[in-house]
């Protein structure tokens, strides 16, 4: 898989927080629920100074690499001073370096799937904050999803 170095500053972003492990039977299920909720509820909508038209996908809070918990984060970035409507969370995504993928596809399926391909591959990770950034205007069927894992 190709990807490119990149330089990330931090962001900050608010969105609803579940936490899961890959060993997790109930992982998929308790990561689209969260999707599910995030959209249905309105939290997206209702976000108040979004900085984008984007939503986010964050994976954070590592307790052991690719092997322990972790936090799965449904959000988006907003202005650092936002005041957060209520059972919505923040969290900070750090600056640094990151390999920047960018997909296309079903967004479930290929993401799913470059999951499974990185799993595989020798990166320098980490383990602090990836993310899955979905670029506004894509459907389900046909995304553009940009994938930032972040690399020591």
Not at 33 to 49: K, L, N, V
Request: aromatic residues 12%.
């Amino acid at each position: 898989m190709n990807y490119e170095l990149v330089q990330l500053e931090e962001k900050k972003v608010a969105g609803i927080r579940v936490r899961t492990s890959n060993s997790d039977p109930n992982m998929s299920s308790s990561i689209g629920m969260a999707w599910q909720r995030f959209f249905e509820e309105g939290i997206y909508q209702s976000m108040p100074d979004k900085k984008n038209d984007k939503s986010i996908g964050l994976y954070t809070n590592y307790e052991n690499g690719v092997s322990g918990a972790y936090d799965v984060m449904v959000c988006c970035e907003v202005e650092d001073t936002v005041i957060l409507p209520e059972n919505v969370q923040s969290e900070i995504i750090t600056s640094g370096k990151y390999a920047k993928f960018i997909i296309h596809g079903h967004v479930q399926k290929a993401v799913a799937e470059f999951w499974m391909k990185l799993w595989s591959m020798d990166l320098d990770r980490k383990y602090c904050c990836d993310f899955e950034e979905y670029q506004a205007g894509g459907d389900i069927e046909n995304a553009e999803i940009h994938i930032y894992i972040s690399l020591k």
